[in-house]
Antibody, heavy 119, light 112 residues
Framework: EVQLVESGGDLVKPGGSLRLSCAAS????????MNWVRQAPGKGLEWVGR??????????DYAVPVKGRFTISRDDSKSTLFLQMNSLETEDTAIYYC??????????WGQGTRVTVSS | DIVMTQTPLSSPVTLGQPASISCRSS???????????FSWLQQRPGQPPRLLIY???KRFSGVPDRFSGSGAGTDFTLKISRVEAEDVGVYYC?????????FGPGTKVDIK
């Protein structure tokens, strides 16, 4: 069974940092392009960024609101995706989902991990 | 950025009756590779989103055949042939043709 499990969400103060993880199973992670998507409380979905597979170039792309503050990386040996978030702002408060890019960019979703940025 | 517009934003429906949601993009979603990376997602209350339809009209694994997608270019439609109680939730359209990927605002479907 294809599965994504996010972790690492927490309460953090503005200006702080946090690293989220997404553990993947049930598919060949090293071949997969992956995304992060977030959802602020009571709001819609917002794409955060993506990382290509190493054979696809391994490059990353980011949404403007997070560019320069967030970094997506991967450890193919551990089938794990990461989101390093620095200089956090209150507007970054959201549930963060990782998604598997298959026929669409959003084939499979994890359950999400909650990030709260507040003083 | 590509702006995705959905209508209606709220849709009270009768069980067993059809329902339809439209989505329009601000630019064509045809990719240079010839594919149209347009999807429909369902988010039930308290759950993460789930892929229903991808590449405009392909049903994802396990999705009931009462869900169908159609459209081309900038105009797309999701149809539910007969609404069931488990279909209550918010439906989002999404595009992954152009960076940044973007979503529609969501259409809330509930039972009359």
């Amino acid at each position: 069974e294809v599965q994504l499990v996010e972790s690492g969400g927490d309460l953090v103060k503005p200006g702080g940092s946090l690293r989220l993880s997404c553990a993947a199973s049930g598919f060949t992670f090293s071949n997969a392009w992956m995304n992060w998507v977030r959802q602020a409380p009571g709001k819609g979905l917002e794409w955060v960024g993506r990382i290509k597979s190493k054979t696809g170039g391994g490059t990353t792309d980011y949404a403007v609101p997070v560019k320069g503050r967030f970094t997506i990386s991967r450890d193919d040996s551990k089938s794990t995706l990461f989101l390093q978030m620095n200089s956090l702002e209150t507007e970054d408060t959201a549930i963060y989902y990782c998604t598997l890019n298959g026929g669409s960019a959003f084939d499979i979703w994890g359950q999400g991990t909650r990030v709260t940025v507040s003083s | 950025d590509i702006v995705m517009t959905q209508t209606p934003l709220s849709s009270p429906v009768t069980l067993g009756q059809p329902a339809s949601i439209s989505c329009r993009s601000s630019q064509s979603l045809v990719h240079s590779d010839g594919n149209t990376y347009f999807s429909w997602l369902q988010q039930r209350p308290g759950q993460p989103p789930r892929l229903l339809i991808y590449l405009v009209s392909k049903r994802f694994s396990g999705v009931p055949d009462r869900f169908s997608g159609s459209g081309a270019g900038t105009d797309f439609t999701l149809k539910i042939s007969r609404v069931e109680a488990e279909d209550v939730g918010v439906y989002y359209c999404a595009q992954a043709t152009h960076l940044p990927f973007t979503f529609g605002p969501g259409t809330k479907v509930d039972i009359k």
